[in-house]
Every structure is written in C-alpha cells, then in structure tokens.
C-alpha cells in the first residue's frame, strides 16, 4: 500500500499548477491563428479558456 507521501508526490506530478497553465493559455491565446481557428470549430472551448485567463488576471489584480 502507498504511504500518503507517495500519494501526494504522484498528485503533484500529475496536477498541473495554475500559473503555469495560465501562463501557456495567455500565450496560446495571443497568436491569431489559433484563435481563429478555435473559434471557428470550438467557440465554447475558445470561451472557457477566455474567462480563465481573465478571471486569474483579475485574482492577480486584487492581490497587488
């Protein structure tokens, strides 16, 4: 049986952190390309990660 340690190392390692995936969502959203063409096939998918990178921007806003 796994001790609670080797539960929580493999529940790091396999959980991203929210900075860095909010990092990539804010670059992959600046190149036009993409954009476009996820708006033209998955516009609820191009919203959803809209409000992600608005909603950890506005966070980041109200700590500073």
């Known amino acids: 049986m796994p001790s609670p340690f080797d539960i929580v190392e493999t529940h790091r390692c396999?959980?991203?952190?929210?900075?860095?995936?909010v990092g990539y969502l804010k670059k992959f959203l600046n190149n036009a390309r993409v954009v476009r063409y996820i708006a033209q096939n998955h516009p609820d998918i191009l919203t959803e990660f809209q409000?992600?990178?608005?909603?950890?921007?506005?966070?980041?806003?109200?700590?500073?």
């Open 14 to 21: 396999l959980v991203p952190n929210p900075v860095v995936v």
């Open 51 to 64: 409000k992600i990178v608005e909603s950890r921007s506005l966070d980041d806003a109200a700590e500073a």
